[in-house]
Every structure is written in structure tokens, then in C-alpha cells.
């Protein structure tokens, strides 16, 4: 397979005389990756042109990465805004919300966009109550995650599937509409 | 890329899971689709290493695992990990550590810049480092980035042969209770530290430590009554979790020798304390602005009734950013004032003027380029002016090639500095001593390639050779017949050598590393120069360093042995040595360790260092049983 770009941009954090933001673990580094690449199996509703919003809310656990995962990358030619929120009210203009935090502030979070078309993204254990649309698992030392096919159609989402095939385990969504 | 990542995509489900050493960073990953993200394997390996792990320098990371499954219940003691630094103990206090060469204990080691979290500790005096100033919870310990080799263009002067950056875990790491204490015949030590939240995203941690440290021994087994202990405190706050943080911490110290040998003027002490904030903000192009400024102020007596005291204030900004494709800048500049007063004792030497203040001020601009996918360039300069010499100009380059998705080839070219201090300017010692009005820069233009690669899953390796030009170094030269001496900069010459290190998992259970380094030194006077002490003055250090560890888990008991081997150091003559340690861990409880180390094993003591100004003390046998609890 081919490197393509391999930036040091580790000299680039070693530079900043302290301690270096955006180190992050491999793991993490997949998940900051995935995040975008969900975004070409998922249908919104029709919005607003403009920049595709890719949002973290709560404990952002990526810093840098996220910022170079996206670089330059684009979603059906509209360019990619990552914003850090801090509230569900500021989550207008995110197709993509990951929700970090423990358990308890993730669904608070989540109660308060429901039905709102965003593909909420979380990495909480498999066994908690309250999970996004997507919710990250590891199987086997991969980076793998698990899809709430009915919390998707209550934000009015539709998932290919693609990816639905590539998930570890899908909650149905009703098969009536 | 698109399209060889949909051409991967086909094979996909027959290829093996793409092993974690063949991924160097995010870049990667954004070539992968979306199932070969799926079949990454994420390792123990990957977890642990460090990005830093992959800049074209030689630099070892010791993590505070590693820090923890050696036993070393010190920093001095926690950076022996690093192969590629020399660390000789001269007595229970003092230490002379420092990276390619130099080390030298009366005007010790000064080639090298040692940072804790951003702050810089090496002392205007002497452009050193007194290593009993320099606690850190070692629990809270996140990891110390060891650079062998010249790092002026990002860090400044007094990057010459080395920088050490010690870097404390963020307070959202260490909530909880942590406890522990330690008991030896030469170390005992309590840690105790207490971590939260302050409301939804900022947390803290408050710490205490106390520690005793020593005696050494007299070459002939008595004790050398140079014990002392120190008790320190501070804390740390990190306020914010998304694009903007704020980070506060602080610490302060006070410490004594126990014994005052009659007839002394006064007693050793030292105390002090700090204060650093840092703000960094990130914005929604990917760039980020980091913004710090600290205070630091150290006090130190003596028994011979000399009194230093050193405040100093520093500001620095960093503003990293992108353009275009291939380049990431980091531009930046800074500002440190330094104050301080320093009193003589009765017929001791002095510094004339007793009190001075320094100013530091620099810029400095970094790129980044990719000029190929394989091959990135980095090219920077930092133009730095001190109080005593002006401007001095510290540029470097840097070329890194991805040989092979598993290994790198790299090359660097740097000029380093080191600036005057107030020793090499203003020391006076009447009738014998008359400062050093002329002594310029120290300088160092040094050229290294390097090798990083991981040639198996289980194995990596690590390689540098190096070749160091100095120019201007110190000479204390005869005017008289020959006194006073007076300071200059007539030394010159080339040093050469090579580091390695490698770490091999040989099975899940069992990890060995090893590490070696050489150096040979050519230094010779200038012509006409009437240098007093000779070239051997400048250093004394060993040609060649080995050292080996092991680390095995059973279940929840951990054996950790390691063993090192270090050549003569030349004049003031220390033999050659061999000594080894062990460690037994055993992991208690959810929240109990408990550990047993068993350090200088081979002989009842053995020499690392010795100084012309200090009494000849041994390094004993040790053991030091040690209690942690995290409830």
C-alpha cells in the first residue's frame, strides 16, 4: 500500500516548548479519522449550503488530529468546518456531532437533539443506556462501532447499507416509516 | 490517492490487518478507506509510543511507565533510562548529567536546556542545572523527551548538546487520591496528591512531597554525612476542553542539608518556587496560537556563606499554522528578564557585579515541507539577543525520508549556541581570577543521520552518528605569571560518536532493551593561547556507554532488572564500572503496589564523578522499598 502524505508534523507540536498538543494514541487517530469518512454513507435531510459541520461537544479527546484528519477534505464539494461546541443549542450547521464526556453529560446531550438531523457519534461502552447513532466499539484491537438505525430515522437520517453491513451490531429502525 | 484507496478497497478483505508500525500518522490515515480503517490493528505498542518517537533527531521518550518499572525515585535518577545521556552522581545532592560530552561538575554540565512543562531550569549562573532544585511527582510524570543534539533553532540558547523536556500528566489524568512513600537506606519519600474536577471542564491536582536523601559513602565505606531533604508542594489547573485551555501551575520548595561541618560560615540550603499559565487556542483553519509566560525564582546558601539568588520572567508565543499543501510554519518569539543577586562568602569567590539583571529576547520561524510523499524538509532559524553578546543567529535543517513504511532515514545540520553566563563573564577570585570581559558564545555546528525503524512487529530500533564542530569554547587563560587568570574562549575542536538504542518484545510477557553510545573527543587550544587548566578542563567524559534492561510481567508480579556499563572518564581519572539493578513489583490490589528495588548491586560502592572542589563520595549499594495507593 502507498504512504502518501507522511508530514513529521510531530516537529511541529515538539516546537510549541511545553507540553505537545494533539498527541494522540493510534486508536484515537482512527476514531478522529472515521469521523468524516461516515459522512459519504449518510443522507440528510435538505439543508442549508454551506460547509459541512463536523462538531465535537463536551471532552474533545482528538485536538489536532481532527483538524488534520479533515484538512483539505471536502463532502460532495463543500468544504469541512470542524467547531467545538459547548452546548446542544450551537449544534445548527453540524451534520456530524461527536459528544464526548461521561455517560451521564453525553445523554443529557443527547436528549436535547433529538430528532434534530445531526449523525451524533459517541464512544461509550457497549452496555450504556444512552448512545449516538454511531457509537464506537473495539472488537479485537480494532476500531470498530455499532449503529442505532432507529435513533437515525428519528433525526431523519438515512444510512447506507454500506455501512450498515460494516457495523458491529445495528438497532433497527421501525419498518414502518 | 482516491483511487488507489477505492483499488485497496477490492483486496481489502484479503489482506492480513495492517499492523500498527506500518501507519506513521493521521496523514495515513486519511488515505484509508473507510473498511481498512476498520481492519487496523491498534496494539499495547502503539499505545505507548510517543509521536515525538518519529521527528528526524535522536530522541528517546522515557514514559512514566517506564520511569515507574525502573524503580527511580528521583528525576537525576529516572533520566539514567535514556542512553543517550551521561548521569554521574558526585555526592547525594549533586549530579552531572549531560548529553554528547561535557559534562563537567565544577562549571557543570552547560550544554544542555532542561524544561519541566514549558519552564526552562537551567540556572544563569552557570548555565547548569542543580539538580536538587528540580523535583517532580514522578507518579504524575507523563513522559521526558531526551533530544541528543542541537535543538538552538527551536528552543534557544543553551541547546547545544541536548534538550530535556519533562512533561507532567494534564490534571484531567491525575484525578483521585494518589499516595506513596518509599523507604531505603538512601532515599526515603512521600508523595501524596489529590486530583478533581472544578465544575464541567476544568480539573486540578494539589501535591506535597517530601524526600531524604542520602548519605553517600567515603571511598572507604564511612558515611559521608552529605544527607539532605526537601519538602515541595504545588498544583496544577487546566481549565477549558474544547478550543481554547488555559493551563496553571505552580510549585514551591524549601530544602536543607542535615549536617553543618564545623567551622562552616553558614548552611546549605535552597528554596524557591514558581508560577507558569498557558493558553492555547486553536481555530477553525487547524491553526493554533499558544501563548505562556512564567516566574520563577530560586534561592540557594551555602556553607561557605555564599548566597545566590535568581528571579526570572518569561513570556513566549507560538503560532503554528498551515499554507497550502506541503507547509506547516510555526512562527514564534519570546522574552525572558532575569534578576539576580549573589553574595560572596568570606574568601570565596565573587561575582563582580553581585547583582545583574539578563535579558533574553528571540524570534524564530519553523517550516515544514513536504516536498515529496516520502521525503519532508524542515527549515528553521531563531535569532536570539542576551544582555552580553547581542545577537546570535541558531539556524538548522532537517531532512526525513521514508525509506520503507517501516523505517526512516534522516539528516540534520544546526548551529547551536551557548551564551555567555555569569560565571564565564563575571567571576573574580582576588589575585587569581579576573572575570572574562572578552568571552563570547560558545559555539557548536553539528551535523547527524539518523535511523528510526520498527524492522519486525516486535522490534525497534533507533541510531544516530553524529559529528560536532565547537568553536569558542571556555579557556582560562594565563596573563600574568601567570596570575590573575583571566576567561576567554580559546578552545576549539571536533567531537564524533554514535547512539543507538532498540527495544525488543520477546514475547507478550517479557520486554529488553538496550542502548549504547560512544564519543570521542578532539579538542585542542588555539594558537596562542595560554589556557591554564587544558583541554581536558572542558570535560570528562566516558568513550563509550552500555546499557541493558528487562522488564517481565507475571500476572500481577513485575521483575524489572537493568544493568549498564560505563567506560573511564579520563581526568579527574574515575574508573570504569558495571553495576546493575533489580525490581520486584507486585500489584496488591485494585489500589495497592508495592515494590521492591535493589540498586548498585554489584559492589558495597562504586565512583561515577569527581569534582576538584568537592569531596570524592561513592555511590552504595541500595535498596528501597516502595508502598503506592490509589484509591
Request: charged residues 20%; hydrophobic residues 40%; negative net charge.
Amino acid at each position: 500500500m502507498n504512504r502518501s502524505w507522511i508530514f513529521i508534523l510531530l516537529m511541529v507540536l515538539a516546537m510549541s516548548g511545553g507540553p505537545a498538543a494533539g498527541e494522540v494514541t493510534l486508536e484515537t487517530a482512527i476514531k478522529a479519522t472515521y469521523l468524516y469518512k461516515f459522512a459519504p454513507f449518510v443522507e440528510w435531510p435538505a439543508g442549508p449550503e454551506g460547509p459541512f459541520g463536523l462538531c465535537v461537544m463536551g471532552k474533545d479527546p482528538f485536538g489536532d488530529a481532527l483538524d488534520d484528519a479533515v484538512y483539505a477534505e471536502k463532502i460532495n464539494g463543500r468544504p469541512i468546518k470542524v467547531q467545538r461546541i459547548k452546548s446542544a443549542s450551537a449544534a445548527k450547521g453540524c451534520h456530524i456531532l461527536y459528544i464526548g464526556g461521561d455517560h451521564r453529560q453525553v445523554a443529557a446531550a443527547l436528549n436535547r437533539l433529538r430528532s434534530l438531523p445531526v449523525l451524533t457519534v459517541t464512544d461509550l461502552p457497549r452496555d450504556a443506556q444512552a448512545k449516538g447513532v454511531v457509537n464506537f466499539v473495539i472488537v479485537d484491537n480494532h476500531v470498530r462501532f455499532e449503529i442505532d438505525d432507529a435513533a437515525a430515522a428519528e433525526n431523519g437520517l438515512v444510512i447506507s447499507s454500506k455501512l450498515l453491513r460494516l457495523s458491529r451490531g445495528v438497532r433497527q429502525r421501525p419498518t414502518k416509516q | 490517492m482516491r483511487a488507489l484507496a477505492c483499488a485497496v478497497a477490492l483486496v481489502c478483505c484479503t489482506q492480513p490487518a495492517l499492523a500498527q508500525s506500518q501507519i506513521a500518522s493521521i496523514w495515513d490515515l486519511r488515505e484509508l478507506s473507510i473498511e481498512e480503517l476498520a481492519n487496523l490493528e491498534i496494539t499495547s505498542v502503539a499505545k505507548q509510543r510517543s509521536p515525538l518517537q518519529e521527528a528526524p533527531a535522536s530522541v528517546y521518550v522515557v514514559t512514566g511507565e517506564e520511569i515507574r518499572r525502573s524503580g527511580a525515585n528521583s528525576v537525576p535518577e529516572a533520566l539514567r533510562l535514556a542512553p543517550n545521556l551521561q548521569v554521574a552522581r558526585l555526592n547525594a545532592a549533586t549530579y552531572a548529567i549531560t548529553a554528547r560530552g561535557f559534562n563537567h561538575e565544577t562549571a557543570t554540565a552547560n550544554k544542555l536546556l532542561v524544561l519541566i512543562d514549558g519552564r526552562t531550569v537551567y540556572t544563569p549562573l552557570y548555565s547548569g542545572v542543580f539538580w536538587d532544585t528540580q523535583s517532580v511527582m514522578l507518579a504524575d510524570i507523563d513522559r521526558i523527551e531526551v533530544i541528543s543534539g542541537p535543538g538552538g533553532a527551536l528552543w534557544g540558547t543553551n541547546a547545544v548538546n541536548g534538550v530535556i523536556n519533562i512533561i507532567t500528566r494534564p490534571a484531567d489524568q491525575t484525578a483521585g487520591v494518589h499516595f506513596d512513600a518509599g523507604y531505603g537506606n538512601l532515599d526515603k519519600v512521600v508523595n501524596a496528591r489529590f486530583g478533581g474536577a472544578l465544575g464541567e471542564d476544568a480539573s486540578f491536582r494539589i501535591y506535597a512531597m517530601g524526600e531524604k536523601r542520602g548519605p553517600l559513602e567515603t571511598p572507604d565505606g564511612k558515611d559521608a554525612k552529605d544527607d539532605w531533604q526537601k519538602l515541595q508542594g504545588g498544583f496544577r489547573a487546566d481549565f477549558g476542553e474544547g478550543a481554547s485551555t488555559f493551563t496553571l501551575q505552580g510549585d514551591i520548595y524549601a530544602g536543607e542539608s542535615e549536617h553543618v561541618p564545623a567551622g562552616s560560615v553558614s548552611e546549605n540550603t535552597l528554596s524557591g518556587g514558581n508560577l507558569l499559565g498557558r493558553w492555547v487556542q486553536r481555530f477553525s483553519d487547524g491553526s493554533n496560537l499558544q501563548l505562556q509566560a512564567y516566574y520563577d525564582n530560586a534561592r540557594r546558601t551555602t556553607i561557605s556563606g555564599i548566597t545566590s539568588l535568581v528571579s526570572t520572567y518569561d513570556m513566549d508565543v507560538h503560532y503554528a499554522f498551515r499554507m497550502g499543501e506541503r507547509h506547516a510554519f510555526v512562527v514564534g518569539g519570546g522574552y525572558r528578564y532575569i534578576e539576580d543577586k549573589f553574595t560572596p562568602g568570606p574568601a570565596t569567590a565573587f561575582l563582580d557585579p553581585a547583582e545583574r539583571t539578563l535579558e533574553l529576547a528571540n524570534v524564530f520561524v519553523h517550516d515544514q515541507v513536504a516536498l515529496q510523499p516520502d521525503l519532508t524538509l524542515s527549515l528553521g532559524v531563531k535569532l536570539e539577543t542576551n544582555s552580553y553578546t547581542g545577537l546570535e543567529y541558531m539556524p538548522e535543517a532537517r531532512l526525513a525520508w521514508l525509506a520503507s513504511e517501516t523505517s526512516m532515514l534522516w539528516v540534520a545540520v544546526a548551529r547551536a549556541v551557548r551564551t555567555p553566563s555569569r560565571v564565564d563573564r563575571d567571576l573574580y577570585v582576588t589575585g587569581l581570577l579576573a572575570g572574562g570581559p572578552d568571552f563570547v558564545s560558545e559555539d557548536l555546528i553539528a551535523t547527524e543521520v539518523g535511523y528510526r525503524g520498527q524492522p519486525a512487529p516486535n522490534f525497534s530500533l533507533s541510531a544516530s552518528v553524529f559529528f560536532n564542530v565547537y568553536d569558542d569554547l571556555r579557556t582560562v587563560e594565563a596573563t600574568g605569571a601567570p596570575f590573575p587568570l583571566v576567561v576567554k574562549n580559546n578552545m576549539e575542536g571536533e567531537t564524533y560518536g554514535a547512539e543507538a538504542w532498540a527495544v525488543y518484545d520477546a514475547t507478550d510477557w517479557w520486554r529488553l532493551r538496550a542502548g549504547v553510545s560512544t564519543l570521542h573527543k578532539d579538542l585542542e587550544l588555539k594558537k596562542g593561547s595560554t589556557d591554564f587548566f587544558g583541554t581536558g578542563f572542558a570535560g570528562n567524559d566516558p568513550e563509550y556507554q552500555i546499557s541493558l534492561r528487562s522488564a517481565m510481567d507475571f500476572g500481577d508480579i513485575e521483575l524489572d532488572l537493568g544493568l549498564r556499563a560505563i567506560d573511564a572518564l579520563p581526568g579527574p581519572s574515575v574508573p570504569a564500572y558495571v553495576e546493575a539493578d533489580a525490581r520486584i513489583g507486585w500489584h496488591l490490589s485494585e489500589t495497592m503496589d508495592l515494590s521492591l528495588l535493589g540498586a548498585n548491586l554489584l559492589h558495597e560502592r562504586h565512583l561515577e564523578f569527581v569534582s576538584s572542589s568537592l569531596p570524592r563520595r561513592e555511590v552504595p549499594r541500595s535498596f528501597f522499598v516502595s508502598f503506592t495507593w490509589r484509591p
